[in-house]
């Protein structure tokens, strides 16, 4: 995965400025999950050595990311990959979508899919106890209310 990030880097290096460059590198491999969700970038001296580009210039090609809604920059931790459904803004939506060549997309309509499901059974599960609780509770109230009478 990382060469195929780094052709897609040298093919478009003479093309883009070298800020835009690290952005759409580091873009790839999020989207390719050499980079994955939830979890953190190398440290900035590490990525610019890899991508070839001054720590200045990787410093603002993680702002844009930032922006964009790609990542957080979290000082002295690093620079966290934003889980997808969790922070997508519109913006991030689109260019991930656009990125993205159709088989890929459809794994990741799959994957988002089935994280969607799982918070939705883990929300319908909290509710089923919640309920439970209420029953419990109320049955004890009707019994008090009964003893009473």
């Known amino acids: ?3 195929q990030c780094l052709n897609t880097y040298f093919v478009t290096y003479m093309l883009e400025l070298p800020v835009v460059t ?7 491999c999020i989207i390719n999950r050499v980079y994955a969700d939830g979890l953190f970038l190398p440290n ?7 991508i070839g580009v001054s720590l200045c210039t990787l410093r603002n090609a993680l702002k844009m990311l930032e922006t964009e809604g790609w990542i957080k920059i979290e000082h002295g931790k690093g620079s966290l990959v934003l889980p997808f459904m969790s ?4 913006i991030t939506a689109t ?5 993205m060549k159709s088989d890929e997309l459809s794994k990741k309509i799959y994957q988002d899919a089935s ?3 799982q918070r939705i059974e883990q929300k319908i599960d909290h509710c089923n106890l919640v309920h ?3 029953l419990n509770d109320l ?4 019994s008090a209310i009964n003893m009473d009478t």
């Open 1 to 3: 995965m990382i060469l």
């Open 22 to 28: 690290a952005r759409n590198y580091i873009i790839e």
């Open 44 to 50: 900035q001296k590490e990525l610019s050595g890899i």
């Open 87 to 90: 922070y997508a803004t519109l």
């Open 95 to 99: 260019s991930r979508i656009a990125h």
């Open 115 to 117: 994280d969607i499901k």
């Open 132 to 134: 439970q609780l209420f």
């Open 139 to 142: 049955k004890k109230i009707t």
